[in-house]
Each structure stands twice: as structure tokens, then as C-alpha cells.
């Protein structure tokens, strides 16, 4: 009986040690790697990405060039209206095009990524897979892979390669247009359009770098991307009311080295507020502006001249609105004796960036000290002005040797003759130096905190009166302070007054909401996190910073406390944080 020849084993991929085993799953899925540093332009493919687009990996520079070199001219303005979408709208996305070879062969490429964001906020960068579908059959919806063209070597080829069909590049214009504007149209400050500009416009443009320069018809004010130069040429473009378009222009440094190519997109802005200036559009190397990118300039320049005139508008409310806030809260703060005392106030940064936070420390005429921390509901020069007046009256409720409860149950009359709809929340302590000894009452407003020194304290007793019992080095714990509700909403309510001491070392915490409120969190998970917070700090600064004085530990207490809201864009609430901390007997 004859033998069957047998068939040849079917040729099986070996293990390689030395391979990452991620590195490996991604080959196996024959895809690559690929990250998109969004705030430097640097790209980062692994080899398999760089075979998928053309370029040799020891060729590849890290810049967009190479990718945008390779991209189908048909898919060039389509990407571009992607990334812009996909940078505001953040998170995971997807995308699919076409590249040609040096061989003039096209393949399809799918690009499955994340827009990550940084510490600020912001687009920070971009991160995922390519993947080669060419042997997949064509996407549907899609025309197939045009036939196999030769590419002319020289840059901004794209006039060589044939065409779909249609003009998808006017309608991907006016999506990236629809995304500029969306974007735009929730940008309230300069800085915000200027984060618009940047996160969004830049990097769907493939543009190195961007240049805002709302004085560029002042020659003193400097510009830098690649110098004077810059500069000259935004002046121009303003002083003619001109685009201007320069395509691979030899631009000498400002430090006397040899000249560079680079390619500018430079754009007069006009608003509606008679502001004048320009924005640059910076590229590396030669590039060609056709007519469809130079109209889709154009545009964005427009856009983008009227929302600066709506930004600056914003600000100069936003000034005068700070200033106003300014001028209500206390210069300084009086010195407490035998006490620290650290302060800060952030406003808020939506609306008009003004509102009814306020603190105050009041000398009292028996020799004590008031400590008050209010919130007036709110946040417009009505909230401002309503707090001023509380404080006002506040002040010379407890001038005339009020209790705390008193004087709250007073100015809580006051403001709701004031026939206004706000109201405000408030704690006010009366502090007596020498001995620690404290009254208080509370309207509406958060618990203070009471963080613990190390030593128990010496208690009181009595009625209406606590015991500290803090034993537990740098315990962070609400004080028991019952309180009456809001100011202004009862003119007829009453506010308990409790009596506690203040140990040695011992620090009190009066804040206001806007220190905790955090979206999609409930009150109890905000509190809970920031008495840990302030638990942890003071015990590592405890034991990092022990020889440090108690009055440059306790701002860097403030500082950390108040760290996560300044990071905040935008801020929606007011911030007041005021520190007291009893010196510990020496």
C-alpha cells in the first residue's frame, strides 16, 4: 500500500523570552502601538505601527509629519474634524483611513485610541492600537482602496493621488468648524479660548504650535515661536487686515543660529470689542496651503475673533467683580494672642467669579477675640454686596458684647428685612486667648474641625459644654456644634451656643462649602475624605517637618487643603478656609 505523503506542519510562532508579553499579544492582533504627546507633539509608534504607515522605524523622527506625509489626501481634512471631536469630547474613540506607501500600495488602517487627560484637566495625551484592515474588504459606507499610485517624493504630494469621488473635504471642514464653535461657545475667559485653541485647534491642524496675541499691533509686546519674526509677521497681517500664508519660508532665530523652514498660517483677529491681534499657526518644514485649507483658516480665525471679543468682555466683568470682592474681605488679619492663624480665599470661576464667601476677625471689648466664616448664597455682585452688609452688621452686633447666638439671631433678622431671596450660612466663635476657653453658634454651616495636637485637654464642664479629649496625635474630628438653620430664612429662629476648649496645639478648621462640594459625591464621602486628608498631612508633617514652627506648618496646612480646588477648571463655588491653632505652652 502506497504511502500518502504528509503535509507539511503548518509553520507556529516560537515563544521569545526576551519579548514583552504585551508587546507580543499586540503583534499577534497584528497591530501597533502608538502615544501622542499632545502638549509637545511628540509621537511615539513601536515598529509595527511604523511598517503599517509607511515609514522605516529608524527613519521616524517622533513628529505628525511622517503620518500626515503618508495619509491619503482624501482623509486628511475628515482626520482632522475626528481628532478635533475626539479632544473635546475626550475618552475612547475610533477611526478609520487609508495611507500609501512608498510603493504607491494603499492600506486601511484602523485606529482604536484614548484621549487621556492630565493633572489640570486638560487633553493631556493620546494612546491605542493601529491595526491593518486592508485584507478585511472595505469598511462599509466607504468606496473601495483606490488602485496602487506611485508618490511623487516631494512634500505635500496630494495632488498626485486620485480621488474618491465627492468632496468629502467640505464637509469635514465644516464639521471641524462645528467643533470649534461647540467648543468655543462654552469658553468664557481669554484663558479659556486660549485652552480651546490649543487642546483642539492645534493638534486637529497638525500645527506645531499656535500663537494667540491679542496686541500684536503693539510692536513693544513680546511674541515668541520662533522669535521676532513672528512677531513682524502678525503685525503685518493686522496693520493689512490680511491673511497671510507663508509655505516654507527660510525664518532666522532670535539667537543668531542658522535659519529654519517653517510654514505659517498667520491670521488677522477682528471683534466686535475694536480689538486687534493675530493668530499664528506654526509648522515644521515646507507645506503647501490650497484653497480649501486657506478658507478653512480663514474661518477658524473668525470664530475665534469673536470669541476672544466675547472673553475679553468676560474679564473685565471678572475684574471688576474681583476687585469688588476684594475691597469686602479684610486687608489682614488682626494677630491672635497666643494663636497662629492661617487664611485663604479662592473665588469662583463660573459666572461672574464673584459671591457671598467671606471671614472676618473681630476684637471684641472684653478682651476676646470673634472668629467668623459665612457663605451667602449665591455667586453675582448681589451675593457680594448682601455680604458686605452682613458683615457689617455682624461686626457691630458682637462690638456691642453680644453672645454668639445673639449676634447670629440678629443679623439673621437683619438680612431678611433686606427684602432680598438670599440667604447665608455662618459660624461664629468667641475666642477668650488666655484660655483657650471658646463659645460658639452655627447657622446653616459646616462643622468645624477640630485637629488634635498630641495632648489631651483640659475640659469644662457645665451645661451646654463639651470636653476636647483629644488624645490621638493629629486626629482630624467634627466639633460637636448644634446650630439653627440658615440666616434669613427664620427671623424669629434661635442658635444654640456651645463652650469647648482649644488645647495647646490644638487647630480649629472653619471653611466653606466650596472646600468639599464635589459633583456626583455625596456630603458624607466629602467629609469623610477631608478629615483624612487633614489627618494624614498632619501626622506626616508631624513627623517629616517636627522642627518646623507651628506658624509655617500651619500654612502649609492651608496651601494642602485648598491644592485640589485651585486645580480646579472651572471652580464652581467660592473657597474660604481659616485656620486657628493655639501655641503649645512652651
Same mark, same amino acid.
Given at each position: 500500500?502506497?504511502?500518502?505523503?504528509?503535509?507539511?506542519?503548518?509553520?507556529?510562532?516560537?515563544?521569545?523570552?526576551?519579548?514583552?508579553?504585551?508587546?507580543?499579544?499586540?503583534?499577534?492582533?497584528?497591530?501597533?502601538?502608538?502615544?501622542? *504627546?499632545?502638549?509637545?507633539? *511628540?509621537?511615539?509608534?513601536?515598529?509595527?505601527?511604523?511598517? %503599517? +504607515?509607511?515609514?522605516?522605524?529608524?527613519?521616524?523622527?517622533?513628529?505628525?509629519?511622517?503620518?500626515?506625509?503618508?495619509?491619503?489626501?482624501?482623509?486628511?481634512?475628515?482626520?482632522?474634524?475626528?481628532?478635533?471631536?475626539?479632544?473635546?469630547?475626550?475618552? =475612547?474613540?475610533?477611526?478609520?483611513?487609508?495611507?500609501?506607501?512608498?510603493?504607491? =500600495?494603499?492600506?486601511?488602517?484602523?485606529?482604536?485610541?484614548?484621549? $487621556?487627560?492630565? #493633572?489640570?484637566?486638560?487633553?493631556?495625551?493620546?494612546?491605542?492600537?493601529?491595526?491593518?484592515?486592508?485584507?478585511?474588504?472595505?469598511?462599509?459606507?466607504?468606496?473601495?482602496?483606490?488602485?496602487? +499610485?506611485?508618490? #511623487?517624493?516631494?512634500?505635500?504630494?496630494?495632488?498626485?493621488?486620485?480621488?474618491?469621488?465627492?468632496?468629502?473635504?467640505?464637509?469635514?471642514?465644516?464639521?471641524?468648524?462645528?467643533?470649534?464653535?461647540?467648543? $468655543?461657545?462654552?469658553?468664557?475667559?481669554?484663558?479659556?479660548?486660549?485652552?480651546? %485653541?490649543?487642546?483642539?485647534?492645534?493638534?486637529?491642524?497638525?500645527?506645531?504650535?499656535?500663537? /494667540?496675541?491679542?496686541?500684536?499691533?503693539?510692536?513693544?509686546? #513680546?511674541?515668541?515661536?520662533?522669535?521676532?519674526?513672528?512677531?513682524?509677521?502678525?503685525?503685518?497681517?493686522? &496693520?493689512?487686515?490680511?491673511?497671510?500664508?507663508?509655505?516654507?519660508?527660510?525664518?532666522?532665530?532670535?539667537?543668531?543660529?542658522?535659519?529654519?523652514?517653517?510654514?505659517?498660517?498667520?491670521?488677522?483677529?477682528?471683534?466686535?470689542? *475694536?480689538?486687534?491681534?493675530?493668530?499664528?499657526?506654526?509648522?515644521?518644514?515646507?507645506?503647501?496651503? @490650497?484653497?480649501?485649507?486657506?478658507?478653512?483658516?480663514?474661518?477658524?480665525?473668525?470664530? $475665534?475673533?469673536?470669541?476672544?471679543?466675547?472673553?475679553?468682555?468676560?474679564?473685565?466683568?471678572?475684574?471688576?467683580?474681583?476687585?469688588?470682592?476684594?475691597?469686602?474681605?479684610? &486687608?489682614?488679619?488682626? =494677630?491672635?494672642?497666643?494663636?497662629?492663624?492661617?487664611? &485663604?480665599?479662592?473665588?469662583?470661576?463660573?459666572?461672574?467669579?464673584?459671591?457671598?464667601?467671606?471671614?472676618?476677625?473681630?476684637?471684641?471689648?472684653?478682651?476676646?477675640?470673634?472668629?467668623?466664616?459665612? @457663605?451667602?448664597?449665591?455667586?453675582?455682585?448681589?451675593?457680594?454686596?448682601?455680604?458686605?452688609?452682613?458683615?457689617?452688621?455682624?461686626?457691630?452686633?458682637?462690638?456691642?458684647? !453680644?453672645?454668639?447666638?445673639?449676634?447670629?439671631?440678629?443679623?439673621?433678622?437683619?438680612?431678611? *428685612?433686606?427684602?432680598?431671596?438670599?440667604?447665608?450660612?455662618?459660624?461664629?466663635?468667641?475666642?477668650?486667648?488666655?484660655?483657650?476657653?471658646?463659645?460658639?453658634?452655627?447657622?446653616? !454651616?459646616?462643622?468645624?474641625?477640630? /485637629?488634635?495636637?498630641?495632648?489631651?485637654?483640659?475640659?469644662?464642664?457645665?451645661?451646654? %459644654?463639651?470636653?476636647?479629649? %483629644?488624645?490621638?496625635?493629629?486626629?482630624?474630628?467634627?466639633?460637636?456644634?448644634?446650630?439653627?438653620?440658615?440666616?434669613?430664612?427664620?427671623?424669629?429662629?434661635?442658635?444654640?451656643?456651645?463652650?469647648? +476648649?482649644?488645647?495647646?496645639?490644638?487647630?480649629?478648621?472653619?471653611?466653606? @462649602?466650596?472646600?468639599?462640594?464635589?459633583?456626583?459625591?455625596?456630603?458624607?464621602?466629602?467629609?469623610?475624605?477631608?478629615?483624612?486628608? +487633614?489627618?494624614?498631612?498632619?501626622?506626616?508633617?508631624? &513627623?517629616?517637618?517636627?522642627?518646623?514652627?507651628?506658624?509655617?506648618? $500651619?500654612?502649609?496646612?492651608? @496651601? !494642602?487643603?485648598?491644592? #485640589?480646588?485651585?486645580?480646579?477648571?472651572?471652580?464652581?463655588?467660592?473657597?474660604?478656609?481659616?485656620?486657628?491653632?493655639?501655641?503649645?505652652?512652651?
Amino acid at each position: 500500500m502506497e504511502s500518502q505523503p504528509q503535509q507539511a506542519p503548518q509553520q507556529r510562532a516560537a515563544v521569545d523570552p526576551t519579548e514583552p508579553r504585551l508587546a507580543a499579544a499586540a503583534r499577534a492582533a497584528r497591530a501597533g502601538a502608538y502615544e501622542w *504627546d499632545l502638549v509637545t507633539g *511628540d509621537i511615539l509608534w513601536d515598529d509595527a505601527a511604523c511598517r %503599517m +504607515v509607511g515609514t522605516a522605524p529608524e527613519d521616524f523622527e517622533g513628529r505628525a509629519e511622517a503620518f500626515f506625509a503618508a495619509l491619503h489626501p482624501d482623509d486628511a481634512t475628515r482626520l482632522a474634524a475626528a481628532t478635533a471631536e475626539a479632544i473635546e469630547r475626550g475618552g =475612547s474613540y475610533r477611526n478609520r483611513y487609508e495611507v500609501v506607501h512608498a510603493d504607491g =500600495s494603499v492600506r486601511q488602517l484602523e485606529e482604536r485610541g484614548e484621549v $487621556l487627560l492630565g #493633572p489640570d484637566g486638560r487633553p493631556h495625551r493620546v494612546t491605542g492600537l493601529l491595526l491593518d484592515r486592508t485584507d478585511e474588504g472595505r469598511e462599509p459606507g466607504r468606496p473601495l482602496a483606490p488602485t496602487p +499610485v506611485v508618490r #511623487p517624493r516631494a512634500p505635500w504630494f496630494r495632488g498626485a493621488l486620485p480621488r474618491r469621488g465627492g468632496d468629502p473635504a467640505a464637509s469635514s471642514a465644516d464639521s471641524i468648524m462645528l467643533t470649534l464653535t461647540r467648543a $468655543l461657545s462654552k469658553a468664557a475667559s481669554v484663558a479659556d479660548v486660549t485652552r480651546v %485653541m490649543t487642546d483642539i485647534a492645534r493638534p486637529a491642524l497638525n500645527a506645531d504650535h499656535l500663537l /494667540i496675541e491679542a496686541d500684536a499691533h503693539n510692536p513693544e509686546h #513680546p511674541c515668541a515661536v520662533v522669535g521676532r519674526a513672528a512677531t513682524e509677521a502678525m503685525q503685518r497681517a493686522v &496693520r493689512d487686515d490680511q491673511p497671510l500664508f507663508l509655505e516654507g519660508a527660510a525664518v532666522p532665530p532670535d539667537d543668531g543660529g542658522p535659519s529654519v523652514v517653517r510654514s505659517w498660517a498667520v491670521l488677522p483677529l477682528t471683534g466686535t470689542d *475694536d480689538g486687534r491681534g493675530a493668530c499664528l499657526f506654526d509648522f515644521a518644514g515646507a507645506r503647501t496651503f @490650497d484653497n480649501g485649507q486657506r478658507t478653512l483658516f480663514t474661518a477658524v480665525a473668525g470664530i $475665534l475673533a469673536h470669541a476672544l471679543a466675547r472673553a475679553r468682555l468676560f474679564d473685565r466683568e471678572h475684574q471688576w467683580a474681583a476687585e469688588l470682592q476684594r475691597a469686602m474681605l479684610p &486687608r489682614g488679619v488682626p =494677630s491672635v494672642a497666643g494663636h497662629d492663624t492661617a487664611v &485663604r480665599y479662592l473665588p469662583g470661576t463660573t459666572g461672574m467669579a464673584v459671591g457671598g464667601d467671606w471671614y472676618d476677625v473681630l476684637p471684641l471689648p472684653d478682651g476676646r477675640v470673634g472668629v467668623v466664616v459665612g @457663605d451667602v448664597q449665591g455667586h453675582s455682585v448681589e451675593a457680594s454686596a448682601v455680604m458686605g452688609q452682613l458683615r457689617i452688621a455682624l461686626r457691630a452686633y458682637a462690638a456691642e458684647g !453680644h453672645t454668639p447666638g445673639a449676634v447670629l439671631a440678629r443679623t439673621g433678622r437683619l438680612l431678611a *428685612d433686606l427684602d432680598t431671596d438670599l440667604f447665608a450660612t455662618c459660624c461664629y466663635l468667641s475666642l477668650d486667648p488666655a484660655t483657650g476657653v471658646i463659645e460658639a453658634a452655627r447657622a446653616g !454651616h459646616p462643622l468645624p474641625v477640630r /485637629i488634635g495636637a498630641g495632648a489631651s485637654g483640659t475640659g469644662v464642664s457645665g451645661a451646654g %459644654m463639651t470636653d476636647t479629649g %483629644m488624645t490621638d496625635p493629629g486626629t482630624a474630628v467634627e466639633l460637636d456644634l448644634p446650630g439653627g438653620p440658615p440666616l434669613g430664612v427664620d427671623p424669629q429662629a434661635l442658635y444654640p451656643e456651645t463652650v469647648t +476648649v482649644l488645647a495647646p496645639g490644638e487647630t480649629l478648621l472653619l471653611y466653606t @462649602d466650596g472646600l468639599i462640594e464635589c459633583r456626583g459625591e455625596s456630603i458624607d464621602t466629602s467629609l469623610d475624605r477631608l478629615l483624612a486628608t +487633614v489627618t494624614d498631612w498632619t501626622r506626616d508633617e508631624a &513627623r517629616d517637618e517636627a522642627d518646623s514652627p507651628a506658624p509655617e506648618r $500651619l500654612e502649609r496646612l492651608a @496651601d !494642602h487643603l485648598v491644592r #485640589p480646588c485651585q486645580a480646579q477648571h472651572p471652580r464652581a463655588d467660592d473657597v474660604a478656609v481659616f485656620l486657628l491653632q493655639r501655641r503649645s505652652c512652651s
